[in-house]
Structures are given as structure tokens and as C-alpha cells.
């Protein structure tokens, strides 16, 4: 089993809106050696406004390879501005496969899709630019990786 935890916070005083503030917990655990499941929790605060993320993933070797699974929650609270930022919410899910080549080398693919509620504009890095509030975005990867 695995904890960490951090806490930053940042201010500048050329603004009125108060500090920025990053906190994060997260954790680990071996299942007997058939999943490892992972866990974290994140909140970023800027004046009146919050952003919660969980994320709840798990790992399970299969062969030479691994299945990853993945789901992250993005809560937002309060105002930025005159503007209510309550209802603007997303979840994240990812499946992937690991495919090891040689202790180095693997292959790998990963598909992911962020459903977003109210205004909430999130996206899958590499997706399409302009998305709608509310709307979802999707991705599919695929790569080589290699490590020196």
C-alpha cells in the first residue's frame, strides 16, 4: 500500500480574487497480487469557486500484459464572477491495454470518453476544439512505447 498527500497555494497581488490553493490525496493498494486499485482526491479552490476531481482506477495483469481502468469525477461548486458554476460537472472513463514486447518495450491502446453536464466544456486531450457545453468527447490512442 501506497499515501501521499500535497498541498500548494500560490497568490498574487495584482489581483483581488485571493489565493489558489491545490490539495491532494492518493493511494494504492496490491489485491493479492491480481489487482492493484487506485485512488485520489484533488480540489482546486480560487476565490468563490471550487473544483473537486475522484479518481478510482484498478490495474489487472493479464499475461504478458495489463488491463487499466480508469473513472474520474469532476465536481464544480460555487461562482466564478456573477456566474454559478454548480451544475457544470463531467465524468471520465478509460479502458486500456498494455501489451508488454520485452521488459522495455510494450504495446499500448487506450479509449476514453468525458461526458460533461450543464456548461461543462472538458475534453479528451487531442479532441476536437469548439466542443458545446454539455456535450461529450471521446478519443481512441494506440503507440509504441520504449523506455531507455
Given at each position: 500500500?501506497?499515501?501521499?498527500?500535497?498541498?500548494?497555494?500560490?497568490?498574487?497581488?495584482?489581483?483581488?480574487?485571493g489565493k489558489f490553493t491545490d490539495t491532494v490525496v492518493g493511494g494504492s493498494w496490491n489485491v493479492g497480487g491480481v489487482v492493484r486499485l487506485s485512488a485520489?482526491?484533488?480540489?482546486f479552490e480560487q476565490a468563490d469557486s471550487e473544483q473537486t476531481n475522484t479518481l478510482l482506477a484498478a490495474s489487472v495483469p493479464v499475461g504478458v500484459g495489463?488491463?487499466?481502468?480508469?473513472?474520474?469525477?469532476?465536481?464544480?461548486?460555487?461562482?466564478?464572477?456573477?456566474?454559478?458554476?454548480?451544475?457544470?460537472?463531467?465524468?471520465?472513463?478509460?479502458?486500456?491495454?498494455?501489451?508488454?514486447?520485452?521488459?522495455?518495450?510494450?504495446?499500448?491502446?487506450?479509449?476514453?470518453?468525458?461526458?460533461?453536464?450543464?456548461?461543462?466544456?472538458?475534453?479528451?486531450?487531442?479532441?476536437?476544439?469548439?466542443?458545446?457545453?454539455?456535450?461529450?468527447?471521446?478519443?481512441?490512442?494506440?503507440?509504441?512505447?520504449?523506455?531507455?
Amino acid at each position: 500500500m501506497a499515501v501521499s498527500a500535497a498541498y500548494t497555494a500560490t497568490e498574487n497581488n495584482l489581483t483581488s480574487t485571493g489565493k489558489f490553493t491545490d490539495t491532494v490525496v492518493g493511494g494504492s493498494w496490491n489485491v493479492g497480487g491480481v489487482v492493484r486499485l487506485s485512488a485520489a482526491w484533488r480540489r482546486f479552490e480560487q476565490a468563490d469557486s471550487e473544483q473537486t476531481n475522484t479518481l478510482l482506477a484498478a490495474s489487472v495483469p493479464v499475461g504478458v500484459g495489463e488491463f487499466k481502468l480508469s473513472a474520474v469525477q469532476a465536481d464544480l461548486s460555487g461562482r466564478v464572477g456573477a456566474t454559478t458554476i454548480d451544475a457544470n460537472d463531467a465524468l471520465q472513463v478509460g479502458l486500456g491495454y498494455v501489451h508488454n514486447l520485452s521488459k522495455r518495450t510494450a504495446l499500448y491502446a487506450t479509449v476514453s470518453r468525458i461526458d460533461n453536464d450543464g456548461a461543462a466544456t472538458f475534453v479528451v486531450p487531442g479532441g476536437a476544439s469548439g466542443l458545446g457545453g454539455g456535450q461529450s468527447s471521446s478519443g481512441i490512442e494506440a503507440g509504441l512505447r520504449h523506455s531507455f
